[in-house]
């Protein structure tokens, strides 16, 4: 087998079992109107925007009429990357405009995201605060949406001029926990998974994410 045959082959395989993880997570919410899922890791580089996003694209080129990815790790935002976009709205009319004036369309795909704010690297704002923009994002988002995903901040470590992960994770019907395959510690992922369960937060499963850890978030 030749290294394009195996790259080949890896990617099918990626796509395979991006399907069985969305597949099993809308059974897991199987009956829920407006389905609302969180994407989080217990600490950062694991892969959470990979995983997002690729559930989001998944979703959409699988028949859901109306999805939409929201990007609300503002810390340190990735997904526009993934789709060669640049932020345009500032957070002040991000705050005050209608989701549906807000939105992006990447080329190729039938989806809707919702980007980070063009100064997202100004952290004037406390997280608390920010926190009260992500949840009316989530509210509209949630009536106007079959499947909406959520790519949140990494659990670990805290930090105050961040939306709180585990705070937005109250606010949605599920949560998949994403962890690297053989890099993150057990403990880390242990220590993760009991501050959503505290929380009171419905984890619908981990995913394994394969590939190298890099610096995306």
């Not at 790259?7 to 395979?16: K, Y």
């Not at 998944?58 to 935002?77: F, K």
């Not at 599920?174 to 419905?202: C, H």
Request: hydrophobic share 40%.
């Amino acid at each position: 087998m030749t290294q394009f045959d195996a790259n080949c082959r890896q990617a099918l395989e990626q796509i395979a079992e991006i399907k069985r993880v969305l597949v099993s997570v809308e059974h897991a919410l199987s009956g829920d109107q407006g389905k609302t899922i969180l994407c989080t890791s217990a600490t950062a580089g694991e892969g959470k925007s990979l995983i997002s996003a690729s559930l989001a694209t998944t979703a959409a080129q699988m028949g859901n009429s109306r999805v939409i990815l929201l990007d609300l790790n503002w810390y340190q935002p990735a997904i526009h990357g993934f789709f060669g976009l640049e932020p345009i709205h500032p957070m002040e009319k991000i705050q005050r405009t209608d989701l549906r004036d807000l939105t992006s369309r990447p080329e190729g795909y039938d989806l809707d995201v919702l980007l980070a704010p063009t100064d997202h690297g100004d952290h004037a704002r406390t997280g608390s605060d920010l926190l009260l923009i992500g949840g009316q994002l989530i509210d509209q988002a949630r009536d106007r949406y079959d499947l909406v995903l959520i790519d949140a901040g990494s659990i670990f470590p805290t930090n105050r001029m961040m939306m709180d992960p585990v705070m937005l994770a109250r606010m949605v019907d599920g949560v998949a926990l994403v962890v690297m395959k053989g890099e993150t510690p057990r403990q880390a992922v242990k220590k993760a998974y009991m501050s959503l369960e505290i929380a009171g937060v419905d984890v619908l499963g981990v995913v394994t994410n394969q590939r190298k850890r890099s610096q995306s978030s």
